[in-house]
T-cell receptor, first 113, second 113 residues
Framework: SQQGEEDPQALSIQEGENATMNCSYKTSINNLQWYRQNSGRGLVHLILIRSNEREKHSGRLRVTLDTSKKSSSLLITASRAADTASYFCATDAGGGSNYKLTFGKGTLLTVNP | ETGVTQTPRHLVMGMTNKKSLKCEQHLGHNAMYWYKQSAKKPLELMFVYNFKEQTENNSVPSRFSPECPNSSHLFLHLHTLQPEDSALYLC????????????FGPGTRLTVL
């Protein structure tokens, strides 16, 4: 069954605003990752948060993880037109299969100049 | 994207053709992956190779045949495909012993006529 599911499916904002995307998952995990994909291109790893972490920052990115609710959020602050892309959360299978990631359908973010 | 390269970038083939997709990683990783990305669907894991050994075959039809001759190269051999196999095929690599951040290639856009 699908592990990660992003919400909303699409988000349109103005440059300079903040963008928040959410991810929910079903089973226990070792870590949760966020990836970005520009149209028709490969995915680019953004940030990884381990199951024992609650918050992590990287530049304009802030990720939170709530394992009790099985959810994560990705916040992009002061958005730019170049942030326009699809954003995916990915969870590992836990246990001995932590090399296997399951991706959600993604959130399409459009940042208007 | 230079860490993981994929060729060709675009491929159009008939249902009776045989073709191969190639992936090469220059990152010294020990795991490689094939994913299929179709419109409106989550990224689907197809095959996983750890240390050149196939460890995952996610119920993929036999018309897709992977090959991993060494830890740097991964092929996906295609034959008698169907139009519904048209999609973006993504290759990725990772270091299994790490937290499994995956590095993706740019993908091959496959169209089956």
């Amino acid at each position: 069954s699908q592990q990660g599911e992003e919400d909303p499916q699409a988000l349109s904002i103005q440059e300079g605003e903040n963008a928040t995307m959410n991810c929910s998952y079903k089973t226990s995990i070792n870590n949760l990752q966020w990836y970005r994909q520009n149209s028709g291109r490969g995915l680019v790893h953004l940030i990884l948060i381990r199951s024992n972490e609650r918050e992590k920052h990287s530049g304009r990115l802030r990720v939170t993880l709530d394992t009790s609710k099985k959810s994560s959020s990705l916040l992009i602050t002061a958005s730019r037109a170049a942030d326009t892309a699809s954003y995916f959360c990915a969870t590992d299978a836990g246990g001995g299969s932590n090399y296997k990631l399951t991706f959600g359908k993604g959130t399409l973010l459009t940042v208007n100049p | 994207e230079t860490g993981v390269t994929q060729t060709p970038r675009h491929l159009v083939m008939g249902m009776t053709n045989k073709k191969s997709l190639k992936c090469e990683q220059h990152l010294g990783h020990n795991a490689m992956y094939w994913y299929k990305q179709s419109a409106k669907k989550p990224l689907e894991l197809m095959f996983v190779y750890n240390f050149k050994e196939q460890t995952e075959n996610n119920s993929v039809p036999s018309r897709f045949s992977p090959e991993c001759p060494n830890s740097s190269h991964l092929f996906l051999h295609l034959h008698t495909l169907q139009p519904e196999d048209s999609a973006l095929y993504l290759c990725a690599s990772s270091q299994v012993q790490s937290y499994n951040e995956q590095f993706f290639g740019p993908g091959t856009r496959l169209t089956v006529l």
